[in-house]
């Protein structure tokens, strides 16, 4: 190896190392993913919220959910307050039922997440808009114990209020809107609801980001996050969903795992780097051995005095007759292309013209074909007798003899 080619090597070793010092220090953006995991520290995961549950609720059991709702609710013995949280949720009809049946013996569901539309209960939700970009969200709660404190959120999100409520059975908890420079409301609607069903409580709130790390650690949101929680129960326990989450990890191959790993996603690249190596520097030392390709033998010849052999020592005059007449009439497509499916004195005449042998030749020949043809069995004198007149024909087609 000359100077230059060590020089180059050397080169490209400390920019390969540049690259991964440089990878490995760089501050990382902020991921604004809506997850809302519990295990993601993410601004938009739910692993603060789920850290402080058992501090806010130290009397109550904490469950976590791995399944659907419709498998996990088949133990009709099961109680608690089903939590749900997420960018959206949309529920099969069986699933909902199970839902509706786990309410009514007494039980509650909190749904926190955009867009609400279960015709089954009577509610719909719409995007709420603001005619100014700049105007604010603001929400509020209902209740006077707040002292009817509004909350604010300073990040763009898919703001949605409920259209269509059943009114009979629902309460109204708390609603949102937007305000102007002047801080006056320029949009308002509820977002905020609880519907009672049998002996339990549906708890519907489209504002999900309420239980994030960003809203929870931001002390002007903390007690939002607070008031909300307020309304479930703790005499029973909370049964938290990882089933419906948007960020829900899913290793998709094993690259996939590996490259989601800091510490694995480098000592895969070294791994890379070392395999190029190897490729580089073995390669130029060792060369390959070029394997000996043994050229295909031709068998035909072979075949053919197989097959001759069989049909000899069977004595099957017949069927092989049958074959050189085959053969034959090929021959006769193949070289004059004439078909042969009509064989009668204009076919003779045809043949006779284009192959130089006579009428009376060509006749026959095939009016021998066709006594082979309606024969159980032949002589051997006739299928010598049948080859030496095809023989004799294609000998005159060749040579004009």
């Given at each position: 190896?000359?100077?230059?080619?060590?020089?180059?090597?050397?080169?490209?070793?400390?920019?390969?190392?540049?690259?991964?010092?440089?990878?490995?220090?760089?501050?990382?953006?902020?991921?604004?993913?809506?997850?809302?995991?519990?295990?993601?520290?993410?601004?938009?995961?739910?692993?603060?919220?789920?850290?402080?549950?058992?501090?806010?609720?130290?009397?109550?059991?904490?469950?976590?959910?791995?399944?659907?709702?419709?498998?996990?609710?088949?133990?009709?013995?099961?109680?608690?307050?089903?939590?749900?949280?997420?960018?959206?949720?949309?529920?099969?009809?069986?699933?909902?039922?199970?839902?509706?049946?786990?309410?009514?013996?007494?039980?509650?569901?909190?749904?926190?997440?955009?867009?609400?539309?279960?015709?089954?209960?009577?509610?719909?939700?719409?995007?709420?808009?603001?005619?100014?970009?700049?105007?604010?969200?603001?929400?509020?709660?209902?209740?006077?114990?707040?002292?009817?404190?509004?909350?604010?959120?300073?990040?763009?999100?898919?703001?949605?209020?409920?259209?269509?409520?059943?009114?009979?059975?629902?309460?109204?908890?708390?609603?949102?809107?937007?305000?102007?420079?002047?801080?006056?409301?320029?949009?308002?609607?509820?977002?905020?609801?609880?519907?009672?069903?049998?002996?339990?409580?549906?708890?519907?709130?489209?504002?999900?980001?309420?239980?994030?790390?960003?809203?929870?650690?931001?002390?002007?949101?903390?007690?939002?996050?607070?008031?909300?929680?307020?309304?479930?129960?703790?005499?029973?326990?909370?049964?938290?969903?990882?089933?419906?989450?948007?960020?829900?990890?899913?290793?998709?191959?094993?690259?996939?795992?590996?490259?989601?790993?800091?510490?694995?996603?480098?000592?895969?690249?070294?791994?890379?780097?070392?395999?190029?190596?190897?490729?580089v520097f073995k390669g130029k030392r060792t060369q390959r051995s070029i394997p000996i390709i043994t050229p295909l033998k031709n068998q035909t010849l072979a075949f053919t005095q197989t097959i001759a052999n069989m049909y000899f020592e069977e004595e099957d005059h017949k069927n092989i007759a049958e074959q050189k007449i085959n053969y034959f009439l090929d021959y006769i497509r193949t070289s004059f292309h004439i078909q042969t499916t009509n064989i009668n004195?204009?076919?003779?005449?045809?043949?006779?013209?284009?192959?130089?042998?006579?009428?009376?030749?060509?006749?026959?020949?095939?009016?021998?074909?066709?006594?082979?043809?309606?024969?159980?069995?032949?002589?051997?004198?006739?299928?010598?007798?049948?080859?030496?007149?095809?023989?004799?024909?294609?000998?005159?087609?060749?040579?004009?003899?």
């Open positions: 190896m000359d100077k230059a080619t060590k020089i180059y090597i050397g080169v490209f070793i400390l920019l390969i190392l540049g690259f991964i010092y440089i990878q490995s220090t760089k501050k990382k953006p902020i991921n604004w993913f809506p997850s809302y995991v519990a295990k993601h520290k993410i601004p938009y995961g739910t692993y603060v919220l789920k850290k402080e549950l058992p501090k806010l609720f130290p009397s109550t059991e904490i469950k976590n959910s791995y399944k659907p709702p419709f498998s996990y609710l088949k133990d009709s013995t099961l109680t608690g307050t089903y939590f749900f949280v997420d960018e959206a949720i949309n529920f099969g009809k069986a699933e909902l039922y199970r839902l509706m049946n786990f309410v009514k013996r007494g039980n509650d569901v909190f749904i926190a997440t955009h867009g609400i539309n279960i015709d089954t209960l009577g509610f719909k939700t719409k995007k709420l808009l603001s005619e100014n970009l700049e105007d604010k969200v603001f929400f509020k709660f209902n209740d006077k114990v707040f002292n009817n404190k509004e909350f604010y959120f300073d990040k763009y999100f898919d703001n949605q209020v409920f259209t269509k409520i059943d009114t009979a059975n629902t309460t109204v908890l708390g609603f949102t809107g937007y305000l102007n420079n002047q801080n006056k409301r320029t949009e308002k609607g509820v977002n905020f609801v609880k519907y009672k069903y049998g002996k339990g409580n549906f708890y519907f709130y489209t504002f999900p980001e309420v239980f994030t790390n960003y809203t929870i650690l931001n002390s002007k949101n903390t007690q939002q996050t607070a008031n909300v929680l307020s309304y479930i129960r703790s005499d029973i326990p909370i049964i938290w969903d990882t089933y419906y989450k948007t960020g829900k990890i899913r290793i998709t191959s094993p690259i996939h795992y590996l490259l989601s790993s800091k510490s694995l996603k480098y000592a895969y690249y070294v791994m890379l780097l070392g395999v190029l190596f190897f490729v004195e204009e076919f003779y005449k045809k043949i006779a013209s284009r192959s130089g042998n006579s009428f009376e030749f060509v006749e026959k020949i095939f009016l021998e074909c066709d006594s082979i043809h309606f024969k159980n069995t032949i002589t051997k004198e006739e299928l010598i007798a049948l080859n030496k007149n095809i023989e004799k024909f294609k000998n005159k087609n060749s040579y004009g003899k």
